[in-house]
C-alpha cells in the first residue's frame, strides 16, 4: 500500500492568471509543493491533477507524475477540492495500484514545511480511518469579539451574549491554513467531512497566506526571504 501526494493545479486562475506556474523567487510556484513532498520521503508517489499541457510540462520536468488530464467540469473555478481528490485516485486505483492516503496539496504552497508533513502523517497513523488531518492557524483576537458593519458604517456586536466576556475568558478559534488535507483513501471516498472531526496542527499565521492578489503574492514573496 502506497501514500500519494496529489497536487491539484488548474491552468485557468483567474484573480492571478497562469499563478500556479508563475514564478516565485526564481522558481515556478508548483515547484515548492513539489519538491517537498518528493523530499519529505513520506510518499510514494507525487501527482499533478491539471487539465493544462504547461503545467503537465512543467510538473513532469519538476519530477512529479501526470498520468491523466483532468476532465473540464472539474477544472472551473466552481470545482470543489475533494470531487478533484476523488477523480485523481480514480485514475490511480483503476491503474490496480493500491493506495493507502492521500494528501492534497495545494500548488500556491511556498511556506509550507516538511516538518507540518512529518507531524501530519504522525496525526494521521493515530487518527480513525474516516477522519482527515490539516493544518490550522489561531485566530488573532476571539471572534465572539466580531463586529457587523451595515452599509451605512454601523457596527454591532456578532455576538451580542459575549459583549461582557473577559478576553482571557474565551476559548481560543482557529481558521483553515489552506495547505494540505490528508485522509486514508477511504476517507476520501467516504460520506464524512473533511472538517467533521479532523485532527489538526496548528501553524504559525507567519506561515500562511492565501495568495489571491498581487498584494497577497509579495507578502508571500515578503515572508519566505524571511524564512531563509
Request: glycine fraction near 6%.
Amino acid at each position: 500500500m502506497s501514500d500519494v501526494a496529489i497536487i491539484p493545479a488548474r491552468g485557468g486562475s483567474k484573480r492571478i492568471p497562469r499563478k500556479n506556474i508563475r514564478p516565485f523567487l526564481g522558481a515556478p510556484m508548483i515547484a515548492y509543493p513539489i519538491r517537498l513532498a518528493l523530499e519529505s520521503g513520506l510518499f510514494d508517489d507525487v501527482v499533478v491533477s491539471t487539465d493544462d499541457e504547461e503545467i503537465a510540462e512543467i510538473a513532469e520536468r519538476l519530477g512529479a507524475r501526470v498520468p491523466f488530464r483532468r476532465p473540464s467540469e472539474l477544472s472551473d473555478d466552481m470545482a470543489g477540492t475533494r470531487p478533484v481528490i476523488e477523480h485523481a485516485l480514480a485514475q490511480i486505483l483503476g491503474a490496480d495500484r493500491p493506495v493507502a492516503s492521500a494528501c492534497c496539496i495545494y500548488p500556491c504552497t511556498p511556506l509550507l514545511r516538511a516538518s507540518d508533513l512529518v507531524e501530519a502523517s504522525r496525526l494521521l497513523d493515530a487518527a480513525a480511518p474516516d477522519r482527515f488531518v490539516f493544518p490550522v492557524v489561531e485566530f488573532p483576537c476571539p471572534i465572539e469579539r466580531a463586529l457587523r458593519r451595515d452599509a451605512d458604517g454601523h457596527v454591532s456586536p456578532a455576538d451580542p451574549s459575549h459583549t461582557q466576556t473577559r478576553t482571557q475568558d474565551l476559548l481560543p478559534a482557529y481558521y483553515d491554513a489552506g495547505q494540505f488535507y490528508w485522509g486514508s483513501t477511504a476517507a476520501w471516498q467516504g460520506p464524512r467531512e473533511i472538517f467533521d472531526g479532523a485532527a489538526t496542527l496548528i501553524i504559525d499565521a507567519s506561515r500562511v497566506v492565501d495568495i489571491d492578489t498581487e498584494s497577497d503574492w509579495r507578502h508571500a514573496e515578503r515572508l519566505a526571504r524571511a524564512a531563509d
